[in-house]
């Protein structure tokens, strides 16, 4: 009480704000702002580097998004898995790049008009929260490389998730493309799992 | 790409960070820190109220949230939708909650060991995202004022929700209480849509 009557008495607010930015080693892996990612597979390939490079440099999980201008090939800006770094369990990979997107269009519908048509690449498919983000997002596409069950192999849990999620999506107008670049997305997992990486999960009853 | 290249000379990231913080009024509208509120119905009061000032403050739409101490009772943090405000389609008010919470206590789990058992109310059944989101938070309780039903028939979306939702939670050591004065939510609810409130919704096949 004391401590957080202080708090207030210095003009400190009772409650933080969330502050969640990119490690700086993305602009650095991303130097070309026009570089353009001609295929699905090359925007896959982007992303799971990240996912590779936030093991290596320690900044978060084995995960990589991305938002890309779908015909344009742009990216609109990354995300990375933020969970442990930031002590928020929110910060998913799919959750920091179409937050940050929708920080630089300055709406909150990547789906507005007179915008391009942006896609969500992501190298692992989305959790049951990542899944609901990507509906209100504004994304025409969702993009995936390893699967769900590869992702629980490595001891992830992806939540509950209806079982027909990519027909839920389609017919809500996000079409789904899945298993682009999957063995590579599959491996960045694995040698995250190899090498001790912390795996949390939900409470799973305990 | 020049004006890109400009931001990055004077040192500006090309990819901005996601701020998310609480209207100033929310600090006023809660002013003892040490407040116990002692019951379920307490905890939603506060909640529904918090939904109602969203509103009449033009800060969000009207819905409200908040973690609460569930032996204790004390409030750790409240969270309002900042959706439209804040140009971030994840900015649901669990959401902020959640996040809000796991910065004041610097954990990604709200769940770890020697912490309170933790506890979201929320004027509204969670959605698909928010529903994924209290699964990985930590909290052990759900206390759940208007029903999916309710916002439905306002017209907001509640998404790809799995149907055996509170189940699936319960498995996970995430109890649900639902129904808590759910009246005076759905009032609120519908307030908001008398009124006009813009409704966001996902594309729906649009």
Redesign the interface.
């Known amino acids: 009480?004391a401590h957080?009557?202080d708090r207030?008495s210095k003009g400190v607010?009772?409650?933080?704000?969330?502050?969640?930015?990119?490690p700086d080693w993305?602009?650095t892996a991303?130097p070309d702002?026009?570089r353009v990612y001609a295929t699905a597979e090359e925007r896959m390939t982007a992303v799971i580097r990240l996912a590779q490079l936030n093991i290596e440099r320690g900044t978060g999980g084995p995960l990589g998004a991305g938002v890309f201008d779908q015909d344009a090939g742009t990216l609109l800006?990354?995300g990375v898995n933020l969970?442990?770094p930031?002590?928020?369990?929110?910060?998913h990979a799919e959750?920091?790049a179409?937050?940050?997107s929708?920080?630089?269009?300055?709406?909150?519908?990547l789906?507005g008009q007179q915008m391009p048509r942006y896609e969500l690449v992501t190298s692992t498919e989305p959790?049951?929260?990542?899944?609901?983000?990507v509906?209100?997002?504004?994304v025409?596409r969702l993009v995936c490389g390893a699967r769900d069950e590869d992702a629980r192999m490595v001891g992830f849990d992806e939540?509950?998730?209806?079982?027909g999620?990519r027909q839920?999506?389609d017919?809500?107008?996000?079409s789904v493309l899945v298993d682009v670049c999957r063995e590579q997305a599959v491996a960045v997992l694995q040698r995250y799992g190899r090498t001790g990486g912390l795996i949390?999960n939900?409470?799973?009853?305990?």
């Open positions: 009480m957080r009557a207030r607010p009772r409650f933080p704000r969330l502050v969640l930015r990119l993305v602009e991303l702002p026009g800006a990354p969970v442990v930031a002590s928020c369990s929110v910060a959750i920091v179409i937050a940050i929708q920080r630089m269009v300055g709406c909150f519908d789906g959790c049951a929260m990542c899944l609901g983000a509906t209100w997002s504004g025409r939540g509950p998730k209806p079982a999620w839920a999506l017919a809500r107008g996000v949390y939900a409470r799973q009853g305990r």
